[in-house]
Each structure stands twice: as structure tokens, then as C-alpha cells.
């Protein structure tokens, strides 16, 4: 599909910079990457911690495809995509993108990896605002498919399109944002069904393993085939969601009442009374948890799901 | 493991009671189930729709060790589980256990499949009130794995431990609830998410379609290798939840409260002015679904997420 090899510059090689990294140079096996981050051990940094994201791939030949830039500059004058992840504040964003714009190539597409920090706002000093726009994934990028592409008011469809094209030619699953808002949705949904585990939890309806092992045989590999929409409109047969709130609609209300009344009387907000036995119970169960080991298991399901497709 | 054939005894067969008729007789070879529903049709009625359930079994040998019953007497009187999905009312369910107590044997485990109506209701005019306990499945029970066991304050020990262990033999994920709530536990958290997914969808800030998107390729995948309290627990390092909650706990709180408030604004409650356009969406989007298509592929994920646990 692509004509020409891609040079992404990655702003900010923490985590998620290592982890998109690693993403670009083992999906995309002619693509450049250029890396920048101003912390003084850079190299020796890169060496240890990114052959663990470079999973099933040649790692002499990603590194050979891999240049840490020495400035801002060098990192992005030859860039296709500058990806951005530095420190979750928007005067830093909003600082650094005029910077990138003066130093990259004029068609380069911009990307911000914030989880809060939206365009709207990063773009506030950019000559051209229409070039950015945010592409939030779900942690760590280089297993979970989605990307949350979040425009705003100014990015240009033409930016969208090929943002889009470009996550989809590497097999990830980019969904266009329509409006900015608090949190974007994937954590939105997340929080929300983590606010009412909580509760549960703190009311001792349920432990904290317990209500785990609930989500992993049940929701869990159900959202996995179908989502939330989809999965009540099958369970309300030949009328759909609709036959589904009809029938089950009381059950939903009385659910979500109960609900609203556990949380005031729980008083289920971040560093309430409930938190410290829940995140104690939560440590007694599990430890120090080895994500290794969640993402073998987390990249043979998405092995699955892809058979299941193509089946 | 058991020393004798079980015979199940399966009161009202509706879907939920065929296809828990299903998982018993293809999981337990050698278990014995017998039908008791009054639909003047019932040979007809089985004989048509148990098949489809019976996956990756002999339907001639499933056949073989069913009977359908002409009484709820017949049905009872030789089982070790009489396990009840008939309408939802308490009053239906208040009247019969008195009768299925005088027929079955002393020693049978009484469950009822109800989504709402708790064992302390329904055992008003027991005589024994410590053998009942609701197993409320995941639909469809003969592909997911998670049954909630939901405990009255009379339920005994034994009886719990009896049931938690013939849903283990059986392959079967049972978890213990231990204390009766609104909704038990799985409906409260899917019915949170939906809440919120309701409400981002009703402002525009996503279709039906992406949204579910958003979910198959992010939570759905995680959740089915690490539930939430264990995936933020992770997510917080080495010093786990805590520190999730201390590092990330203003983002998840501005969700919870952009949340709050939309909730009030979109007036999302059932029935309210969002809930037909989200329905047409949904609609629109899927038409009728193939539920033989979802459910295959969620075996398929469940046997990934099996392989990898062996592995």
C-alpha cells in the first residue's frame, strides 16, 4: 500500500514511546524511526528496555531502522508522523508543537498520545491547526489494537483520512472521536464499570478476585466478539435492542438506581473511605502482577479473534 | 470425581433451560437430565431446539439420557439438582419450591436461574430453607463459564460447597456472592458500562458501531486475561493500585464526574428522550443478529484463553 518507506519521529520514549516504537518498526517492516527524549542515558535506556516490545521480530533489523535523534530538530525534519507523548501537560504540549511545526516537513501529520489533554487545546499557538489531532491508545500499544483518533474542531478530514489509513495498513483498529470530551471513551467506559466494581467491593457484596474472575468469563470474552450495543440487541431477538429495553428495562433502571444509591452511600470518590481496603485487598491478591505474561495471553486471544474472522 | 451419575432436573425450558440442559449432558457424560415444562408441546419443542446447543456432541447419546417429564412429581423425584428458570415473578417461584421440596429427595440442591428475584424471597414457604441458593448464568450458560452463586443468609455451607463443586467438575466458573444485591454483580457492572456507553452515544461524541468497537478492541481482549482491579493494579507498577489510584485518581475522578453530569444533562434513564435514536443506531447497524457466528467465536476465544493458561 505504501509507496515510500515512513519516518516517525517519537516524542517522549517512555512506556508508550518505546511500546509505539516498537509498534512502527516490527508492523511496518520498511518504516524509519526516529527517537527523542531529553533524558542524558537515552541510548543505554533504549538498548534495555525496547527488545521486550519487539515481539516476534528481527531485532537487529529494527535497530538498524531506529535512530535516536540529538534534538527536537534532527528528530522530526525527515518525519512522515511526529508522535508525541511527553509529560500529561497541556503547557508543554501546547509549547512544543509550534517547535515541531517549524522543524517538520509540511505534509507530516501530528499526533499527541495524551489520555486528556485535547487538540482544541494543544493546537493553541500552531501556525496551521488543522495538522493535529490525538490518537490515544489503550496501554500497551504495541498489543492492544484500538487507537482513539480524537479530532478537533480544526483538524482537517484530509489529516483524519490518512491517519486512519495509516493505523489500518499496520492492522490496528483507529476509531474517529467525534467530539472532544472528558477522558475520550474508552477510559470513560472503563472508569464507569471500574466505579461500580468498586462499590461492590467496598459494600463486601464481592471480593476483589472474585469480581475479576466475574468480568473474565463473562463480559470480558463477550465484548471481546460483540460490544455492548450489539450484544443487547441479539439478546432482544428479532426486535433488537429495542424488544431489549422493553422487556429488561426495569431490571436496567432498578440496576442503575441501586446503583446510584450504593455510590452515595459508599461515598465511592477517588481517595474515599472505601479506596485503601480495596487497593489493600487488591495487593493481597495479586502482588506485583507480570504484564510478560498478560500480554502472551492477551496476543493469543487477538490470535483467536483473527481466526474467528477469517473462519 | 463423582462416584455416581447426577440426574438434573430442569424446571421451565425456556432458552436459559435448554441450554443448561445442554451444558449438563454434554459436559457431564454420564448425567441424567429430565425436562419438566407445561407447554403442551414440549416433545416438539425440545426436539427441534436442544440440538443446536449440543456442540461438539452426539446427539443420539444426549437424546438417550433425557426424559421429559408429565409432572413436576416425575421430574424431581430421583434428582440430586433441581435447577428452576420459569417466569419471573416472585410469586411463581415462592409457590413452587414448597412442591419441589415435598417430591425431590432430601439431599438435591435446589437453584434457582432467576437474573433478580434473590433466594431469601423465594424461600418464604420452604420448610428447608438453607438448600436453595440462585446459579444465575451468563447467557447463553452452555458457552459462558461464569455462574454467580448467590447465597441467602439460610443457605447452608454444604450446599454452597456442593454446588461450587459441581460447577467446577463441570469446567464451569462459579463465583461466590455474599450478600444479595440488586442485579447480583455481573448485570451491575455491564449495565454501568452501558449506561455510560448510552450516554456518550446520545451526545454524539460516538456511533453504536465505534463504540462497540472501541470495546471489542481495548476492554474486551483485557478483561478476558485480567480483570479491572487487576489490569489498574498493573497499570500502577510496582506500587500497584495504590499507586494507580495516586498518580492517575484526578483523571478517573474528572471522568466520574464529566460522567455525573452527563447522565443528568442527556437524562439517560430508561425510556428517556436518547433511548430511541440509540435503539434506530443500533438498528441500523447490525439489523438481526447471528448469534450461532458470535457464539462460535467466543468458544473459540475460551479455548485460547484455556491454552494459554496450560501454557
Not at 512506556?15 to 516490527?26: E, V, Y
Not at 528528530?75 to 501546547?94: L, M
Amino acid at each position: 500500500m505504501a509507496t515510500r518507506s515512513n519516518t516517525v519521529a517519537i516524542v517522549g520514549a517512555g512506556t508508550i514511546g518505546l511500546s509505539f516504537a516498537a509498534l512502527h518498526l516490527t508492523k511496518d517492516p520498511s518504516c524509519k524511526v526516529a527517537i527523542f527524549d531529553n533524558r542524558s542515558d537515552l541510548q543505554a535506556y533504549v538498548s534495555e528496555h525496547l527488545p521486550r516490545y519487539l515481539v516476534d521480530a528481527d531485532r537487529d533489523t529494527c535497530f538498524a531502522r531506529l535512530t535516536l535523534a540529538e534534538s527536537l530538530e534532527e528528530a522530526v525534519r525527515d518525519a512522515d508522523i511526529v508522535q508525541e507523548q511527553g509529560p500529561e501537560n497541556a503547557s508543554f504540549k501546547i509549547q512544543i508543537w509550534p517547535e515541531i511545526e517549524q522543524y517538520a516537513p509540511q505534509k507530516a501529520l501530528f499526533w499527541s498520545s495524551t489520555s486528556g489533554i485535547p487538540a482544541s487545546e494543544q493546537v493553541r499557538d500552531m501556525q496551521d491547526k488543522s495538522r493535529l489531532l490525538v490518537c490515544h491508545p489503550y496501554n500497551p500499544p504495541h498489543i492492544m489494537p484500538l487507537l482513539e483518533v480524537v479530532r478537533s474542531p480544526d483538524t482537517s478530514d484530509d489529516v483524519v483520512e490518512r491517519t486512519l489509513s495509516y493505523w489500518r495498513n499496520l492492522g490496528r483498529a483507529p476509531v474517529v472521536i467525534r467530539k472532544e470530551c472528558v477522558g475520550f471513551v474508552a477510559n470513560r467506559l472503563a472508569f464507569a464499570l471500574f466505579r461500580e466494581a468498586c462499590s461492590l467491593v467496598a459494600q463486601g457484596v464481592v471480593g476483589v478476585e472474585d469480581l475479576d474472575e466475574i468480568v473474565r468469563t463473562s463480559m470480558g470474552p463477550r465484548w471481546t466478539v460483540a460490544g455492548p450495543f450489539k450484544s443487547y440487541h441479539a439478546g432482544g431477538g428479532e426486535g433488537g435492542l429495542t424488544s431489549f429495553m422493553a422487556k429488561i428495562g426495569d431490571t436496567v433502571q432498578g440496576c442503575w438506581n441501586a446503583s446510584d444509591e450504593d455510590m452515595k452511600r459508599g461515598n465511592i470518590v477517588v481517595g474515599g473511605p472505601w479506596q485503601d481496603d480495596v487497593c489493600k485487598q487488591t495487593q493481597e491478591a495479586y502482588g506485583m502482577v507480570n504484564t510478560s505474561e498478560r500480554d502472551l495471553k492477551t496476543r493469543n486471544i487477538l490470535s483467536a479473534v483473527k481466526d474467528s474472522c477469517r473462519a
